[in-house]
């Protein structure tokens, strides 16, 4: 991007002047807001810890987490599933050249439905990769 001067504090050009409204809902549109406001059992993007201990409070996410407890390994299953497939989906749109784990990620979570990783059975983008390897599904450098 164009990388302008920060103005002064408390100086606005001209047209500069959003409401805090308008730069939440800017933010929302956008779709990628912190990962820790994110429930991934009612795929819900929450604004901040307020939204986010509401949500949890609710009958519905109650409900939802209910149905997790019956069988978590099934949900942990299908996330970790469906974030390899997406994973690999994108994997298989790219040439056979040597790509970086992170742009594929990147790129990946673009997507606003995406299974965010935090509800795969992988704790970091590494032991995903790792198994990857191990399975046989992609070459792997160290």
């Not at 991007?1 to 549109?29: C, E």
């Not at 149905?67 to 996330?79: E, I, L, R, T």
Request: net charge positive; proline share 4%; aromatic share 10%.
């Amino acid at each position: 991007g164009s990388h302008r001067p920060a103005p002064a504090p408390g100086a606005m050009g001209k047209g500069d002047a959003m409401t805090p409204k308008a730069i939440a809902n800017a933010i929302k549109a956008k779709g990628l807001q912190k990962l820790r406001w994110y429930c991934q059992m009612c795929q819900k993007q929450c604004r901040d810890a307020n939204g986010f201990k509401c949500h949890c409070a609710s009958e519905s996410h109650q409900r939802q987490m209910q149905v997790f407890a019956d069988n978590p390994g099934a949900f942990m299953d299908d996330f970790s599933k469906e974030f390899e497939r997406g994973m690999l989906d994108i994997m298989s749109r790219r040439a056979r050249t040597r790509i970086n784990a992170n742009f594929i990620y990147q790129e990946y979570i673009s997507d606003r439905a995406h299974v965010h990783m935090n509800g795969t059975v992988w704790e970091t983008l590494t032991d995903f990769v790792i198994y990857l390897g191990r399975e046989g599904k992609a070459e792997v450098d160290q």
